[in-house]
């Protein structure tokens, strides 16, 4: 099954879908170019929008008003789970395979979040899909491994997208009780060739491994994406990491190579699940990366949260 590379912004730009009249919600387009899938519900679990046109496969527009249940083929389990989401934390996420217009069923990720209102009756669900069996298929000579038996990427030898993820979740409890934020720095270089992607993403993992520490965490999210999560860091730290690394790194990749950075931080506290955080920081990669062509040299953006403390 073909699929979409992620880290590839520049070529076929989501096309949202929503309710005739309804404005796009705003994390809507950044999530669809992040995630395999993007969509949102009403509490009843009825679709509202969709990130793009097409949604596993299917037109997504005739889709608007199904009950999430009879698309996923499920009877009563999401309904209970997404009814519950306003008292229940706000989050759910488990592994589901689903059936897709063509090709056989794919195992996904679905992360579901509630996303308040300003009255109960506005509040609505979104929800992401992560395909899990197509994480190593989208990177060079990875397509005969599977997620699950090696959950890092074989040229760099990083995190992929589903496993960086959920290492970063793991932290977030912990960083919550001692009252300190985490920021997440993503290095995109999707403008430089192809070909150059997989030397590129092995140089700056060589070279943030010599300068992060024990505690920060590295991943290859996408083709043309590295990801770091510093644990601690809040964002206006993690701007001055950014500034230095716009000075330096670029001169250490191969071709000398165009970098840019997004940032997104999370607070103690914070509602935030990895893929919104995500989201957020694939937003700021984006700003980042139009200031990198304008300007034609290395740039960084910030996407601040809106829960700081």
């Not at 270089?189 to 700056?204: D, K, N, R």
């Amino acid at each position: 099954m073909a699929t979409k590379p992620l880290g590839t912004f520049a070529h076929g730009a989501p096309q949202p879908i929503t309710r005739r009249g309804a404005a796009v919600p705003s994390w809507l387009t950044p999530a669809a170019r992040l995630a395999d899938a993007a969509f949102e519900t009403d509490l009843h679990g009825n679709f509202t929008a969709f990130g793009d046109a097409r949604f596993l496969g299917f037109q997504a527009r005739p889709l608007l008003g199904t009950a999430i249940e009879s698309l996923f083929g499920l009877s009563g389990c999401l309904a209970a789970i997404i009814t519950g989401l306003p008292v229940s934390g706000g989050q759910w996420q488990g592994q589901l395979r689903l059936r897709h217009a063509v090709g056989p069923p794919r195992l996904y990720r679905l992360t579901l979040a509630f996303r308040a209102g300003r009255f109960l009756a506005q509040a609505t669900v979104t929800g992401l899909l992560i395909d899990l069996e197509v994480a190593l298929e989208s990177l060079p000579d990875a397509g005969q491994h599977s997620v699950i038996a090696s959950p890092l990427c074989q040229a760099t030898k990083l995190w992929l997208l589903a496993s960086f993820t959920e290492q970063i979740a793991r932290r977030f409890d912990r960083l919550d009780v001692e009252d300190r934020p985490g920021t997440l720095i993503l290095l995109g270089f999707g403008s430089a060739e192809a070909a150059l992607h997989t030397p590129i993403a092995i140089s700056i993992a060589a070279e943030l491994s010599e300068i992060i520490r024990p505690t920060d965490l590295l991943g290859r999210i996408a083709p043309a994406i590295v990801a770091l999560w510093c644990d601690g860091m809040d964002y206006l730290t993690g701007a001055e990491r950014a500034t230095r690394l716009c000075k330096y790194l670029p001169t250490a990749l191969p071709g000398q190579s165009l970098l840019s950075l997004g940032l997104a931080t999370r607070w103690p506290g914070s509602a935030e699940d990895p893929e919104t955080l995500l989201a957020r920081a694939i937003a700021a990669l984006q700003r980042a990366q139009a200031q990198t062509v304008r300007d034609n040299a290395a740039s960084w953006f910030v996407n601040q949260a809106h829960d700081k403390p």
